[in-house]
């Protein structure tokens, strides 16, 4: 799979811990250094400031996704190098869908795990095959990945879930992912994999 364009999803809380800060830049600058272009919700503060901040300082290219009434609420990134307002959150999550050839989440409040949770659920019921990672900076997902495994356990989802997402502690791991992804069959994951 030829990647050229990485949806990140991430805080924008300028509260963040600052390891979540440092693991974001620390993304940015591995992204930009790879030749890929980030995509985020555009935002100038917390994870996602630092992020942009840093893929554009390593020479990399962002994209800003985001709905226009959120500029009332919190500042756009001046430096992005293109910023794509929408009417709605449904349009800019459907337009960083089409662009994106992978998907990462870095710790983030609930926009970011609903995002997250929907990406894996899309590619669950079979409409991509894209690779989504979770960069689990000081164990941020592990409560959400136990509620995975959970699911299994509780036979709420076949098995074969648990393969549509990686996670890894660090950003090596994240970038090993994406490099070295080698897509799921296409097709919704049901009962009868099991």
């Not at 495994?149 to 950003?171: G, K, M, T």
């Amino acid at each position: 799979m030829n990647l050229e364009a990485i949806c990140v999803y991430c805080a924008s809380s300028h509260r963040a811990p600052r390891a979540y800060l440092d693991a974001a830049a620390d993304l940015g600058r591995a992204l930009a250094r790879s030749g890929l272009t980030v995509l985020c919700g555009g935002g100038a503060g917390g994870l996602m400031g630092a992020l942009t901040d840093a893929a554009l300082a390593a020479g990399g290219r962002v994209i800003g996704v985001r709905p226009a009434f959120m500029s009332e609420l919190e500042s756009p990134h001046p430096r992005a190098t293109e910023m794509i307002f929408t009417e709605t959150m449904h349009q800019r999550k459907q337009l960083l869908y089409d662009r994106a050839d992978a998907f990462v989440a870095l710790p983030g409040a609930i926009g970011t795990l609903d995002e997250i949770i929907e990406t894996i659920t899309w590619k669950r019921l079979g409409l991509h095959n894209k690779p989504i990672c979770l960069l689990n900076v000081q164990g941020f997902f592990d409560p959400l990945l136990a509620q995975f495994e959970r699911l299994v356990r509780q036979d709420l989802v076949a098995e074969p879930f648990l393969s549509l997402y990686a996670h890894s502690p660090d950003v090596p791991g994240v970038m090993a992912h994406l490099q070295n992804h080698t897509p799921v069959t296409a097709g919704p994951i049901m009962w009868e994999d099991r």
